[in-house]
């Protein structure tokens, strides 16, 4: 009850204070009495504190010349060479760790625990710190490992490198002989049932190679070169021990299925086209870095600005406050008019506050933008700085029809549809191959050697008895006048070896020629089927895709053409309402000059005026940044900023800002 009771007193005594108020007011003589300190009436201010806005520049910034050449950056497609190293290519080719710290330009622009940064120096720093570009980097990087892995074949149905494969074995064999007549070797000598059964004994070295390499066209070659050296115990054997030398050469062409260089490199035409589209989205984020980058930056300039014209508001709320106190303690104003100055002082105060803010988040946002490492000791409490002066960007006179021809032959987006509909055409071509019957031609051409110790045996008239092996029954007894043959030899040993079997093989004097077709028909061929419908349907889906990021960028055109005549027409419309805020001010100013006006007038016109100033200031940063979204719906970002994506590549940018004894930065060593 106490509570609404005194609520009902407030009530009545404001509304009171509202009525009295003017009415002592007019109460007051014509001349107010003079501040003996000012010299001036209570009721007469000096002008208040007024926002000055920054001058403003025509057309932006120009941009620093950059090398525009290529970077010699790593090129993961190529593989270690083996010359002048020949192990190289069995060694992991090298992949530098990622720098994670602050490149030094920034060190260059920090003087005095303050950064103070020119839009290019921003945007550079951005090319160089990026993380969002640090990753995309890592794209077409990759995309080149995997048209190495293309290259070799190992994912097609050809091996495109090399192979050579080289097997050696030696061998040691005792064989025992159930039948002497035709192993050539007597019985030994001795009781049936003592002595052991005749053996054979056989020593054998093989080393064999292979060397295989399948070709763009489908044509695989096949060499083999097999060698052996052989010894045994057999005395019938011509050579002993013998070198035997065999050399095939097998090529393998198919006619249909497998035929021709879509079916066989298709994965290479595909990973070089991914490499395009790789580059092509690191190009599109680095469009897009640079273009953040950038309306980070006008975003902070606004927001160091709007500070400015929350200062300026602050300030002439006091300095109304201060008069409204003085004019109280005279007795020539209302109680009520120092609370509501107050009142209005708390309330700029409070967007003061927020402006104040706003400053720190975007500095904060800036900061994360164009660094990797945003708490490195350097950056601690450093406050940025812009330096780049606002611009009325030009006029961009250009019809919506030329405007997007331009924008679909810049943006990386539609370049990377029209690969992505490239490779679909390939993935086509090569499932519809593979709807034919496997018909391969093949030659083999053989040739062999032979060669060692050569032995001449000749058997006297038949074949010898040799009394020392009779013929036993199978219950041992022997078998009277029945002995096992023996071969006489009557010859001599003739020596030789490897270099007579590698002149028999290279003379061609034991070839062997083989050709023929092998035929393999699917019967319903449903799998082949399938891949090239779903081929099929990838294009069809590729097309609509295409004509859809056609589509986008009209769109994105039109939007941004839109945006900038808006923008420019709210330039234009804010520019009168800051003129007419002028003019009400300086007159308002002349009324209290001559007694006519009060202070809270002034200040009230003064907010109007600030008012406008500040909508004007961030309509100019509106129309800087839909110039911003302008050059980027239209590519033409890195053309305007003179940025190559071979800087991007590399992660260091080749011009040198304009700061005294600043180095020209080194550029990373690559793989090649």
Do not use: C
């Amino acid at each position: 009850m106490t509570g609404r009771i005194l609520h009902a007193v407030m009530v009545i005594a404001t509304a009171a204070s509202l009525v009295a108020s003017p009415v002592y007011a007019q109460d007051q003589p014509a001349t107010p009495p003079q501040d003996q300190q000012s010299g001036q009436a209570p009721g007469v201010l000096p002008p208040p504190p007024q926002y000055q806005p920054p001058a403003s520049t025509q057309g932006p910034p120009p941009a620093p010349t950059r090398n525009m050449g290529f970077s010699k950056g790593p090129d993961y497609s190529k593989p270690n060479s083996w010359f002048p190293n020949i192990i190289a290519p069995y060694t992991p080719i090298h992949v530098a760790k990622p720098e994670l710290i602050n490149t030094p330009r920034i060190d260059q622009l920090i003087q005095n625990g303050k950064l103070n940064l020119s839009l290019e120096d921003a945007i550079s720093l951005g090319l160089e710190n990026n993380l969002a570009i640090a990753v995309e980097r890592y794209v077409p990087w990759l995309d080149e490992a995997s048209l190495l892995l293309a290259k070799s074949g190992a994912n097609g149905r050809l091996q495109f490198d090399p192979t050579l494969t080289g097997a050696f074995n030696l061998n040691e064999t005792t064989t025992p002989v159930n039948n002497p007549f035709f192993a050539g070797v007597g019985q030994l000598s001795g009781t049936p049932q003592k002595s052991p059964a005749p053996a054979v004994f056989g020593h054998t070295f093989n080393a064999n190679l292979q060397y295989t390499q399948g070709f763009g066209y489908g044509t695989q070659a096949q060499v083999t070169f097999d060698n052996s050296r052989s010894s045994s115990s057999i005395p019938i054997d011509l050579f002993n021990p013998a070198v035997q030398s065999t050399m095939t050469i097998q090529i393998t062409q198919p006619l249909l299925n497998g035929f021709g260089r879509i079916a066989n490199q298709r994965y290479i035409i595909e990973a070089r086209n991914t490499v395009k589209v790789g580059e092509s989205q690191l190009e599109q984020q680095v469009i897009a870095t640079v273009t953040q980058v950038a309306t980070d930056y006008w975003e902070l300039v606004f927001a160091r600005e709007n500070v400015k014209v929350e200062q300026v508001a602050v300030a002439a709320d006091q300095q109304l406050v201060d008069n409204n106190k003085k004019q109280l303690e005279i007795g020539t104003m209302a109680p009520l008019e120092v609370i509501t100055a107050e009142s209005q002082l708390a309330t700029d105060q409070q967007a003061l506050v927020q402006a104040q803010t706003t400053q720190l988040l975007d500095e904060t946002t800036l900061l994360v933008a164009i660094t990797k490492d945003p708490l490195a000791g350097n950056l601690k409490g450093v406050e940025i700085v812009p330096t780049s002066p606002i611009y009325n960007p030009n006029a961009e006179n250009i019809a919506l029809d030329d405007a997007v021809k331009e924008a679909w032959q810049k943006r990386p987006e539609l370049q990377q549809a029209a690969l992505n509909l490239k490779n679909a055409g390939v993935e086509v071509k090569a499932t519809k191959n593979n709807l034919l019957p496997q018909v391969n031609l093949f030659g083999e051409y053989q040739a062999a050697g032979l060669g060692g110790i050569e032995h001449v045996t000749t058997p006297t008239g038949a074949l010898e008895a040799d009394l020392g092996a009779p013929i036993l029954t199978s219950t041992g007894v022997i078998v009277p006048n029945e002995f096992e043959p023996s071969p006489v030899e009557t010859g001599s040993r003739f020596p030789g070896g490897y270099n007579d079997d590698l002149r028999r093989l290279i003379n061609g004097l034991y070839p062997t020629f083989e050709g023929g077709i092998n035929l393999t028909l699917p019967i319903r061929n449903r799998a082949a089927q399938a891949q090239n419908a779903t081929a099929q349907l990838n294009e069809r889906e590729q097309e609509v895709s295409y004509l859809q990021t056609q589509n986008t960028i009209v769109l994105n055109v039109r939007q941004t053409l839109i945006t900038l005549e808006q923008d420019r027409a709210a330039i234009r419309a804010a520019e009168e309402a800051r003129v007419y805020a002028q003019q009400s001010y300086d007159d308002e100013v002349k009324k209290l000059q001559l007694g006519t006006s009060t202070a809270f007038t002034v200040v009230q016109k003064q907010q109007l005026l600030t008012a406008a100033e500040g909508v004007e200031l961030r309509d100019r940063i509106n129309l800087i940044e839909a110039e911003l979204n302008f050059n980027q719906a239209m590519g033409r970002t890195l053309e305007v900023h003179n940025i190559t994506v071979a800087d991007a590549l590399r992660g260091t940018i080749s011009n040198t800002p304009n700061i005294p004894g600043a180095l020209e930065p080194e550029g990373q060593s690559g793989h090649r």
